[in-house]
């Protein structure tokens, strides 16, 4: 079958997924969103696995951090009461002591990983997960997924109809100055577009738009570096014509914390 059809329905059924559950009730949006964590785990820890340096246990570190994610979502959904997640502290330092059996060449190396794990997956998942569970707009991950995935396609056409300055060639090669303007230009207008039919604040919209485009680039090249310093093409391969969990995620990932932010100051403006 032709990769762009492959590619496209792959990712219409992601795009159902990921929505569908969102949008029916938090019961599915946390099933999800766990199932994209534990995922995203097993991905990132192993790509390491041909690594000279790093020697991460992939189970032992996705079983570690996959705990504290139900831990902390247990307490959002208060079913635990929530100084609960304070177990995590213990958890998480008690998990470095595996280095001393282990005996691999590079514990501090391993220790690195294993807790870039926590940050670079099981928190923006978390976030996600409370904007989902805390907020009054029980669309708010939603649209900001929409003005990610907007600035991804944008960015995208309109690279291959006017890119020419090469935006970080080191690090992405096809990424272009053209083509980022014009993804964050037409994440604006998205954003525009679901202040207006959602009859929603356009300020925050706007400004939205404004943090999350880049937010999303970022996202995109910071995962890029990650898999060219590793010399890996894609993080899995669960998705066909996208590749991983992560290599979808890579964008919402980075945003989705620093969107929190500006959601959070915007409740005190």
């Not at 995203?40 to 992939?58: A, H, P, T």
């Not at 008690?94 to 990983?113: A, C, D, H, Y």
């Not at 003005?147 to 970080?168: C, V």
């Not at 290599?247 to 969107?259: E, G, K, Q, V």
Request: one cysteine or more.
């Amino acid at each position: 079958m032709n990769n762009i059809v492959v590619r496209g329905l792959s990712g219409a059924v992601f795009v159902i997924l990921v929505v569908g559950s969102l949008w029916l009730n938090a019961y599915t949006s946390l099933a999800v969103l766990a199932l994209f964590t534990c995922l995203g785990l097993y991905e990132f820890f192993q790509l390491f696995r041909n690594s000279n340096q790093v020697q991460v246990s992939v189970l032992f570190s996705t079983g570690v951090h996959f705990f504290i994610f139900l831990l902390v979502a247990a307490s959002l959904f208060n079913w635990i009461p929530s100084y609960s997640v304070f177990l995590a502290l213990p958890i998480l330092f008690l998990s470095m002591l595996v280095e001393l059996w282990r005996k691999e060449e590079n514990p501090l190396l391993n220790l690195g990983i294993h807790f870039l794990g926590l940050i670079y997956v099981v928190i923006p998942f978390l976030v996600i997960l409370a904007l989902q569970l805390k907020t009054a707009n029980q669309h708010l991950v939603i649209y900001m997924l929409i003005l990610i995935w907007s600035n991804d396609t944008f960015a995208y056409l309109s690279g291959r109809m006017l890119g020419k300055t090469k935006l970080f060639e080191r690090i992405s090669p096809n990424k272009t100055w053209e083509g980022t303007i014009g993804g964050v230009i037409m994440t604006v207008v998205v954003g525009g577009i679901v202040a207006f039919t959602t009859n929603q604040d356009y300020f925050f919209w706007l400004i939205s738009a404004l943090i999350v485009a880049p937010s999303a680039i970022f996202g995109d090249l910071l995962e890029s570096l990650f898999k060219r310093s590793l010399n890996i093409k894609d993080t899995g391969n669960i998705m066909p014509g996208h590749g991983g969990i992560l290599d979808r995620f890579d964008a919402a990932l980075f945003t989705a914390p620093i969107f929190c932010c500006w959601w959070l100051f915007y409740q005190f403006i």
